[in-house]
C-alpha cells in the first residue's frame, strides 16, 4: 500500500453491471484497493442527471450496485464504498466549482454535445445534466487523488476536472492536484451483436446472468459476419469474441485459437465453447460471493464507507472555506 497515492472513482447506479462495465473499470478498482488508499461511490445523485423522472428503482440500483462490486472482488476492509447521496460536501463543492466555472466549458463537453444529440428518449434540457461534469469533478477533487480509474467515454470530463482545479488553484491559491485518469489497457468489450457492450442496446452479458443465460447469449452472439461455414477462414482481429478470449484465455490457448481461427481448422462453434468454459470460471465465484452480500450487508457498507467519507471529505472542505474566505 502505498500511502502517497490515492484514488477515487464512481459508478452510476443506472442497472446491473455487465461485462464491459468489469472490464473496462471495475477490475481496474479491485486492483487499485490493495495499492493505495481507495474511496468508490455509487453516483446517484449523477443517475439522476437523465433520469430524474425515474426515481423507483434508483434505491434498488444502488444496493445491487454494491453487491456486484463485492462479488467482483471489494473488500470493504480494503476501500471505502459509499453513496454519493450520503455525502453532502459533494454538493457543497459542486456548488463552490459552479461560481467560477464558464458555463462555455460545461457546454463545450464532447460527451454532452454527444448525448444532447443522441439520446432523445431522456429529458437532458436541465441544468443537472449540463452541470454533470460540475458534480463529478467535485467529486474527484473532494479526495485530492493522483488517479482515477475510468473509461475511455470519460476522459473530457477528467480533463474538465483538472481545468475546474487548476482554475481554483490560480484563484484562492495551489491546493487540488491534478488527477490522471487511469485506463485498463485496451479493454474492448465487444456486445452480443458486435456493436460496444451497453445496456440501452441490450447486448451485453450481466454478472448476476444465470449460467442458462449466458450460454443462450454466447449462442446467439455474432462472431465474425463473413465466415459462414467453418472451412472459411476466420479473422480474429475483426471477431467480436476474439477480444474475450484475450481477457480470459491463457496466452497459449490464445495463440492456438488465433491460428486455428486463420486457417479454418477452428470453428466458431467450439470458439463458443472455450468462451463459456471461461466465463463459467470467472462469473461462478463471483456468483456465489454476491449471493452471500444481503441488502442489509449492503446498506451497513455504505453506512460505515459513509464514515470514513465524510472524515477525509470534511478535511477537504475546511481547506477549501478557509482558502475561499467563508470560513
Ligand atoms: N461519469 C461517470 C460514469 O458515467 C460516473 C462518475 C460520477 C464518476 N462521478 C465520478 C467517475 C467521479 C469517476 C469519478 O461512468
Known amino acids: 500500500m502505498n500511502t502517497e497515492l490515492r484514488t477515487v472513482s464512481g459508478m452510476r447506479p443506472t442497472g446491473p453491471l455487465h461485462l464491459g462495465h468489469y472490464f473496462g473499470v ?36 444502488v444496493l445491487d450496485m454494491v453487491k456486484d462490486w463485492i462479488g467482483a ?3 470493504p476492509e480494503k476501500c471505502v464504498i459509499f453513496r454519493q447521496s450520503d455525502l453532502k460536501e459533494h454538493a457543497e463543492l459542486s456548488l463552490l466549482f459552479s461560481m467560477f466555472t464558464p458555463v462555455s466549458w460545461a457546454e463545450r463537453n464532447p460527451t454532452y454535445k454527444e448525448q444532447q444529440q443522441q439520446i432523445t ?14 458534480l463529478m469533478a467535485a467529486d474527484i477533487l473532494m479526495y485530492r487523488p493522483t488517479g482515477v480509474p475510468v473509461g475511455q467515454d470519460q476522459l473530457p470530463h477528467m480533463e474538465l ?6 482554475r481554483f488553484n490560480f484563484l484562492y491559491g495551489d491546493y487540488f492536484p491534478e488527477p490522471e485518469a487511469i485506463l485498463t489497457p485496451a479493454a474492448k468489450c465487444p456486445g452480443l451483436d458486435g456493436r460496444k457492450m451497453s445496456k440501452s442496446y441490450d447486448n451485453g452479458i450481466f454478472l448476476d446472468d444465470t449460467f442458462q443465460n449466458v450460454e443462450d447469449k454466447v449462442k446467439r ?3 465474425y459476419p463473413p465466415r459462414i461455414k467453418k472451412s ?42 472455450i468462451f463459456l468454459r471461461y466465463l463459467k ?6 456468483q456465489e460471493r454476491r449471493a452471500s452480500v444481503t441488502d442489509q450487508d449492503a446498506m451497513e457498507i455504505l453506512a460505515e464507507g459513509q464514515k470514513q467519507a465524510r472524515e477525509f471529505a470534511q478535511g477537504t472542505m475546511e481547506d477549501v472555506r478557509r482558502l475561499m474566505r467563508l470560513n
Open 26 to 61: 471495475l477490475k481496474n478498482y479491485v486492483e487499485l484497493q490493495h495499492k493505495m488508499r481507495s474511496f468508490f461511490f455509487v453516483a446517484d445523485w449523477h443517475a439522476l442527471t437523465t433520469d430524474f423522472n425515474r426515481t423507483e428503482l434508483l434505491q434498488r440500483h
Open 73 to 75: 472482488g471489494l473488500d
Open 121 to 134: 428518449t431522456k429529458d437532458l434540457s436541465c441544468t443537472g445534466f449540463l452541470c454533470y461534469p460540475i
Open 161 to 166: 476536472t483538472r481545468e475546474i482545479g487548476r
Open 221 to 223: 452472439m455474432f462472431t
Open 232 to 273: 472459411d477462414p476466420g479473422c480474429p482481429e475483426k471477431c467480436n469474441l476474439f477480444p474475450y478470449h484475450q481477457l480470459l484465455a491463457t496466452p497459449e490457448e490464445q495463440k492456438e485459437i488465433h491460428e486455428g481461427c486463420l486457417n479454418a481448422s477452428f470453428g466458431c462453434v467450439a470458439c463458443k465453447k
Open 281 to 286: 470460471e470467472f462469473l461462478e465465484p463471483l
